[in-house]
């Protein structure tokens, strides 16, 4: 199975380093002629571009699937709707690249598109989250990889991905503070094998991310990556899918 409409960056494994950026639209501005700058001077290996939904609606047009994330709370908890204009994830093995490539998109998109936010991320010890376990154990490979991530073949939007992006923080000052039994219950894997805990309890990340226990299943090709700032560090969730639905039947 094959699909050359695709944006190369989302099925890639993650980079040495990355860089998230994320655009609010300026006021009475030219979006078609930003867009169109990005479309032609944007190098397509150099990461993924995603447009939201505010840009859909400022262009009086309608994407079939899209639509902004819904805000949720719960008990000592609240996971923001916090939907921007335009996302792109750059790929680089520098930091001066990123920054050149950071200073080329501002370039192509001035006066319509105002940087709202960036942020590094990086592979953290070949490929695990800031608590020390492997990451992305459970992504599908492959067919199934593509399956999962792009819109597939006969809808017209064939070849095109939604994606999914969350900012999680982690306590890790606390989480390490646990004994090591306790963290592994935590995640349902132990860290030194990476293998799953039969007997995990309920509450365990991989028990309740289970990709395969959802009814249709929910796979999905994640590409999250860690980011560390002087005083938060966390993972930057970033998951590919053929439709939102899929993400959605998934626990937060």
């Avoid at 335009?86 to 998109?105: C, H, K, M, N, V």
Wanted: net charge neutral; charged share 25%.
């Amino acid at each position: 199975m094959k699909i050359d409409l695709s944006q190369p960056g989302v099925l890639a494994a993650p980079p040495v380093l990355g860089r998230c950026l994320t655009f609010r639209i300026a006021p009475d501005t030219d979006l078609r002629a930003a867009l169109g700058n990005l479309r032609d001077g944007f190098a397509i290996d150099s990461g993924v571009v995603g447009v939201g939904e505010p840009v859909a609606r400022a262009l009086g047009r309608e994407v079939a699937g899209l639509r902004a994330f819904p805000g949720l709370a719960g008990p000592g908890c609240s996971v923001p709707s916090t939907q921007q204009a335009l996302w792109l994830f750059l790929r680089g093995q520098d930091r001066s690249a990123l920054f050149d490539l950071t200073e080329q998109i501002r370039s192509f998109v001035e006066g319509a598109f105002v940087l709202d936010d960036a942020m590094d991320t990086f592979t953290y010890a070949g490929g695990r989250d800031l608590t020390g376990y492997e990451d992305g154990t459970e992504n599908p490979r492959g067919d199934a990889a593509i399956g999962a991530a792009l819109v597939p073949a006969g809808n017209p939007l064939r070849g095109s991905s939604f994606v999914a992006v969350q900012r999680w923080v982690h306590d890790l000052r606390r989480f390490r503070s646990l004994s090591l039994e306790r963290r592994d219950a935590v995640i349902g894997r132990r860290i030194d094998t990476n293998a799953e805990i039969g007997d995990a309890p309920a509450s365990a990340h991989v028990k309740r991310s289970a990709q395969e226990s959802y009814d249709p299943p929910a796979f999905m090709v994640r590409r999250s990556m860690p980011w560390a700032t002087a005083d938060q560090q966390g993972l930057e969730f970033i998951a590919y899918v053929e439709s939102l639905d899929r993400f959605e039947r998934r626990p937060r």
